[in-house]
């Protein structure tokens, strides 16, 4: 199976600046793991919409799958009760 690439949008990295280091690290790893299989058990499509949802401790990974391109672009990371907003 080919492997996708991972990439972020810009307003990403200034999320991931506010988190502590080591909740960076968990997140960063999970995304790995997504670049090998994008639909791993846990991942969710978010109703109404084209994004996906992973969840890592209190914090939410928000993505797009681009199936033909094999690209996955990560939308957002926050906090659970700020991620849908």
Known sequence: MASYEVVFKRSVAKDLRRLPKRDVAKILERLQALS?????????????NSKYRLRQGVYRILFEIQ???????????????EAYR
């Open 36 to 48: 090998t299989e994008p639909r791993l058990p846990g991942v969710e499509k978010l109703s109404g």
């Open 67 to 81: 199936d033909r391109r094999l690209v996955i672009v990560v939308v957002k990371v926050s906090h659970r009760r």
